[in-house]
T-cell receptor
Framework: KAGVTQTPRYLIKTRGQQVTLSCSPI?????VSWYQQTPGQGLQFLFE???????NKGNFPGRFSGRQFSNSRSEMNVSTLELGDSALYLC??????????????FGEGSWLTVV | DQQVKQNSPSLSVQEGRISILNCDYT??????FLWYKKYPAEGPTFLIS?????DKNEDGRFTVFLNKSAKHLSLHIVPSQPGDSAVYFC???????????FGTGTRLQVFP
């Protein structure tokens, strides 16, 4: 069974631009969450979606947004990119979410570099 | 406020010996804990979990111990293998949310 798939794997953007990252969860998984990993802050929760609704949100500015489609695929968007947004963005999926006691499984991530 | 802490940033162990990775937490609202292993430029891979009502869970070479009174858990890998060299994160979901709180990670190096 295919794992969590993220695209693109690597990308370079310029300050001020916007970026969209895509995530396809494991088949049958309906919860998708996003995390940011940076050397300084470690792994931090961005948001979580279930049945096309955002259920949980981390402490990130409004420039970070996401959505989930009816097939459970998800996208996250970062607008007005800043140098500090350079990070590994990880998508994770689970059957119905951590609050149901599920384990979440991560994709390989999308490396974003902002120059 | 770091609710999940891994105070050892790195650990070096000889192949065949036991690796012990430690994790402390401050929030009593965690109902279970997970350990993930991460290679550079890859996503974390789930290793093993433990419910807060248990004190031990074992899966092959991996055993996790939970000491609730001390708010401490540890991951034991025995015997350690060179392929175990990676960064290990402990994590816990915040109760009634889907937010996973990660520790800062411990880099394990297993040498021959």
């Amino acid at each position: 069974k295919a794992g969590v798939t993220q695209t693109p794997r690597y990308l370079i953007k310029t300050r001020g631009q916007q970026v969209t990252l895509s995530c396809s969860p494991i088949s049958g998984h309906r919860s998708v969450s996003w995390y940011q990993q940076t050397p300084g802050q470690g792994l931090q929760f961005l948001f979580e979606y279930f049945s096309e609704t955002q259920r949980n949100k981390g402490n990130f500015p409004g420039r970070f947004s996401g959505r989930q489609f009816s097939n459970s695929r998800s996208e996250m968007n970062v607008s007005t990119l800043e140098l500090g947004d350079s990070a590994l963005y990880l998508c994770a999926s689970s059957l119905t979410g951590l609050s149901s006691g599920n384990t979440i499984y991560f994709g390989e991530g999308s490396w974003l570099t902002v120059v | 406020d770091q609710q999940v802490k891994q105070n050892s940033p790195s650990l070096s162990v000889q192949e065949g010996r036991i690796s012990i990775l430690n994790c402390d937490y401050t929030n009593s609202m965690f109902d279970y804990f997970l350990w993930y292993k991460k290679y550079p430029a890859e996503g974390p891979t789930f290793l093993i979990s433990i419910s807060s009502i248990k004190d031990k869970n074992e899966d092959g070479r991996f055993t996790v111990f939970l000491n609730k009174s001390a708010k401490h858990l540890s991951l034991h890998i025995v015997p350690s293998q060179p392929g175990d060299s990676a960064v290990y994160f402990c994590a816990a979901p915040l109760r009634d949310t889907d937010k996973l709180i990660f520790g800062t990670g411990t880099r394990l190096q297993v040498f021959p």
